[in-house]
């Protein structure tokens, strides 16, 4: 009981102070670029003989997409709240189904 509350007041705690505040997720940016670095420069795709330049890229933009739709970089405290309480994401998952254009903020 005692840790639970300290736990709690932790994450509280680490919510004030933290570099993320207001921003608990951020959509991961993943570019061509990003992922030729990764590949390196020796990888075997790129100096294959016959290799199509255009389709690489093509298909590098395509992985990028896909990456970018699927990763989500998120706070820890934010990420374990989510884990540890199921109504919580059920009631986020039930915010982003309910979702309206009227319903965002007015800048």
């Known amino acids: 009981m005692m840790a639970d509350i300290l736990d709690e007041a932790q994450s509280v705690l680490q919510c004030k102070t933290c570099p993320w505040y207001k921003n608990c997720v951020l959509p991961v940016r993943v570019t061509e670029l990003d992922l030729k670095k990764q590949l390196g ?24 997409s896909a990456a970018e739709n699927s990763i989500l970089e998120g706070c820890p405290v934010f990420i374990e709240r989510l884990r540890t309480n199921p109504n919580l994401a059920l009631r986020i ?12 903020p007015k800048p």
Not at 41 to 54: R, V, Y
Not at 94 to 101: C, G
């Open 41 to 64: 420069p020796n990888a075997a795709i790129f100096g294959a003989p016959g290799a199509d330049e255009m389709g690489i890229n093509q298909l590098l933009g395509s992985l990028a």
């Open 93 to 104: 998952k039930k915010i982003m189904q309910e979702w309206t254009d009227e319903e965002q």
